[in-house]
């Protein structure tokens, strides 16, 4: 099987509901808010001129395997949501009733985001997720190291990554490429490491 990794801003936009369903296997927040969150923050994503990613794709079944997110303004990423307000209230009222743990973390994480200043010539990996059936191949540490390979690129200096301190795989991940814990914090339910490298 040979994978090929492409600039997630050239993916087909009638893929990227492929990417939505690939990221909802992540346990983060954004998941927990649901398919159309996740859809609408990757439509805006590559919309976006600061952040880049790359995607892995199975070059004969031409499946996707995998993504990769960086931004150095990832705030700004997560405001895009609320954009469209109709769209936003009409979204969050269903999180509300629906999954009211989830309303009341997000709002817990917007107060965290809001605290957390963008750093000059810092990016963060924003995401980085492998479909389960792909896993513990090395893709995920390859899709990030390609964020820090365009990161240098660009000339930033520094990436960092917020990882759930049981998220035992993308601690091993993130660590093999070279990043180091400089940090532990709680996010209401979320307990985090912040890893930085140097790139
Ligand atoms: C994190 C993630 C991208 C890693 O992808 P991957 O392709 O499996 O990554 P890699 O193979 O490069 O590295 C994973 C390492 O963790 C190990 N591992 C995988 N699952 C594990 C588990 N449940 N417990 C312990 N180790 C585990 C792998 O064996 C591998 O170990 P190695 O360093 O000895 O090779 C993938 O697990 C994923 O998509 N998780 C959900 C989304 C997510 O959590 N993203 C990160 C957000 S910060």
Redesign the pocket.
Known sequence: MKTIFLPLREIPYDVLPRIAE??L????LLSKLGFPFVLKYFENAIKDEKAFGFYAQDDETKEIM?FSLASPKPSALTSKLTEDKVWFIKNILKVLFTKPITFFQMLISSVTIQNQMDEPNTIE?V??????K???????????KALMDEGKKRGYKKIF????TK????L???Q?NGFTIVKTFREGMYHRHRLESEL
């Open positions: 690939i990221q296997h992540d346990a983060g995998g990996c995401y980085f997720t492998v479909d389960p792909y896993r513990s191949n090395k893709l995920g540490r390859t899709l990030q990554a917020s990882v759930e998220n035992i795989a993308s091993k991940a993130t093999a």
